[in-house]
């Protein structure tokens, strides 16, 4: 595994429940994070956070806490956050129905709970080494979904087009926010 100074990384922790609150807090401190800001859903709006720009969105989603929709929200552009953000999904809801769900509201990565230290780390890396081309179609904006590098379905011809026309030219976005260690 890299080893990435996290010093300078922004986080962004929503989450519902207190202890969880606390243990991301904890979790991101133990790993260099030095800014990091931990809300509820509710907090989100609050004008006080208004000055805090993070780097990464970790968010959960559960009873208490609408990830989802806190997801949707941002890659449509009704929150104040740039939608090329890279969001982690934090959740107990595991099945492959609830997976799907959360990766087609645009998520960047997904992370069961219960989380941990080398969990999250891993996450972060994935999103350093590994960035992926946000697709905009008239139903989906987001990282592209596909993963593996496959030709189309059946053999048949490529049907994508280039999207940088879009998307403002802003196709690959790059994870800038860990610096390497030397």
Not at 16 to 31: I, K, N, P, Y
Not at 112 to 135: G, H, Q, W
């Amino acid at each position: 595994m890299s080893n990435y100074n996290l010093q300078k990384l922004n986080v962004l922790v929503v989450e519902g429940h207190q202890m969880m609150r606390r243990v991301m807090r904890d979790v991101m401190t133990a790993l260099g994070v030095q800014n990091v800001e931990v809300v509820t859903v509710n907090e989100l709006d609050n004008p006080e956070n208004a000055h805090f720009q993070p780097d990464v969105i970790f968010t959960d989603w559960s009873p208490n806490c609408d990830g989802l929709e806190v997801i949707k929200q941002i890659r449509d552009k009704k929150r104040e956050f740039d939608r090329y953000i890279p969001i982690v999904m934090v959740s107990a809801f595991t099945e492959l129905k609830q997976v799907c769900l959360a990766r087609d509201a645009g998520i960047t990565e997904f992370l069961a709970k219960p989380v941990s230290a080398t969990l999250i780390y891993r996450r972060i890396c994935a999103m350093v080494e590994n960035p992926r081309d946000f697709v905009e179609t008239s139903t989906f904006f987001g990282p592209d979904r596909r993963r593996r590098s496959v030709g189309p379905a059946g053999g048949g011809a490529e049907r994508r087009k280039e999207m940088s026309h879009l998307t403002g030219g802003r196709v690959a976005p790059r994870v800038a926010f860990a610096d390497k260690d030397k």
